[in-house]
T-cell receptor
Framework: GEDVEQSLFLSVREGDSSVINCTYTDSSSTYLYWYKQEPGAGLQLLTYIFSNMDMKQDQRLTVLLNKKDKHLSLRIADTQTGDSAIYFCAESSDYKLSFGAGTTVTVRA | KAGVTQTPRYLIKTRGQQVTLSCSPISGHRSVSWYQQTPGQGLQFLFE???????NKGNFPGRFSGRQFSNSRSEMNVSTLELGDSALYLC????????????????FGPGTRLTVL
């Protein structure tokens, strides 16, 4: 079965980098995702990475994947107040997404 | 292109009642999935439909059911509501839905907030 774990909270100063970590257990997952949820809103897809990649960069976002340790991270460069949200990592199998509990990122001035 | 729409956005029901939630996928998307989000359990998969067929179902009691119509719109129904059914119900759509995900990513609607009193 699938089990995705994340740390629950992260506080970061505006302008610094944020790093959100995630571990997963389903080694058959071929794609891993990061979603963002702002208050009162649904989930917004931020980025995804194919399991045969080690890194993917998309503007301020960098995803690192360590398949051996089943560890996924999301780095947000130059964190802004608009980045305050809950971030979910997810793995996909059998037509469904399995999510972590979400990391609440708070950006302080 | 319009995103995933869900109606209603907010709903208040009492225990024992039933409720029907509606989801219209992005135009051209044929796969629709439903998720329940609660503070205690997080995001949990309910079911996925493609071409009016349920391809996968999560670990929820039979009170939770769904269906998909020929135009890809989907509804989910919860009968005999319990207090614990209070949650944000999210619908997501993708082009065809692939077992392992991939570039055919899921796009989420804003959700329906259900409160059971």
């Amino acid at each position: 079965g699938e089990d995705v774990e994340q740390s629950l909270f992260l506080s970061v100063r505006e302008g610094d980098s944020s790093v959100i970590n995630c571990t997963y257990t389903d080694s058959s997952s071929t794609y891993l995702y990061w979603y963002k949820q702002e208050p009162g809103a649904g989930l917004q897809l931020l980025t995804y990475i194919f399991s045969n990649m080690d890194m993917k960069q998309d503007q301020r976002l960098t995803v690192l994947l360590n398949k051996k340790d089943k560890h996924l991270s999301l780095r947000i460069a130059d964190t802004q107040t608009g980045d305050s949200a809950i971030y979910f990592c997810a793995e996909s199998s059998d037509y469904k997404l399995s999510f972590g509990a979400g990391t609440t990122v708070t950006v302080r001035a | 292109k319009a995103g995933v729409t869900q109606t209603p956005r907010y709903l208040i029901k009492t225990r024992g009642q039933q409720v029907t939630l509606s989801c219209s996928p992005i135009s051209g998307h044929r796969s629709v999935s439903w998720y329940q989000q609660t503070p205690g359990q997080g995001l949990q998969f309910l079911f996925e439909y493609f071409s009016e067929t349920q391809r996968n179902k999560g670990n929820f009691p039979g009170r939770f059911s769904g269906r998909q119509f020929s135009n890809s719109r989907s509804e989910m129904n919860v009968s005999t509501l319990e207090l614990g059914d209070s949650a944000l119900y999210l619908c997501a759509s993708s082009l065809v839905g692939t077992p392992g995900g991939g570039t055919d990513t899921q796009y989420f609607g804003p959700g329906t907030r259900l409160t059971v009193l």
